[in-house]
């Protein structure tokens, strides 16, 4: 689709696959976005250092570069857009690597175009906001990486008592990535159960 003025922005899509760029295309295209693709990592990252695009759409495996390594450096050098992962193997292991390397949802192909329409738009705009008044979670604890902002507002929907499905729907994610962060959370706090999660983190909280 040609830049025009009522573009509400553009939007990148990495992936070798002509059928899943082409879905991506017309289903974010209808939505009013400009649409520039890309069948690897080598010119998403030429056009980067020029343009910034309001979301970033990225396969998981690509030819040049293996999508969570070309994630990692996209958060090294400071990418501001939001990004989805997307796999045609939607397992759990992938989810969870693919959010503790940044991505702010994992999306399981094929994809369903106006769902996926629906969970960008919620995950851009809860991008660009602050938080909502939840308990506030510190940003690391003693001994543990540091949380990633995005770590920080599901724990704090976990606090509240909100179940996996309704922390999706708040923060425009999918249940399985909820999932994900849960469990990297976990890992990094040590903790052997959600009780124990939340006993930690949040008593560190009030310290701090």
Sequence with gaps: MPWSATS???IFVVDDEIATRETLSRALEGAGY????FADGAALLQQLRSRIPVCIFLEVRLPDRAGLDLLKRLRE????APVFVTSANGDIATAV??????????IEKPVDGDRLVERMEAAIEEHAQPDDGLPDIVMHMPGCAPFTRREREVLARIAVGETNKEAARRLGLSSRTIEGYR????????ARNAAELLRRVLSQSRTA
């Excluded at 400009?34 to 693709?37: F, T, Y």
């Design 8 to 10: 509400r922005g553009e």
């Design 34 to 37: 400009e649409v520039v693709c």
């Design 77 to 80: 050098e400071g990418c501001p």
């Design 97 to 106: 690597e693919a959010v503790r390397s940044g991505a702010v949802d994992f």
């Design 183 to 190: 469990a990297s959370i976990m890992r990094k706090v040590g």
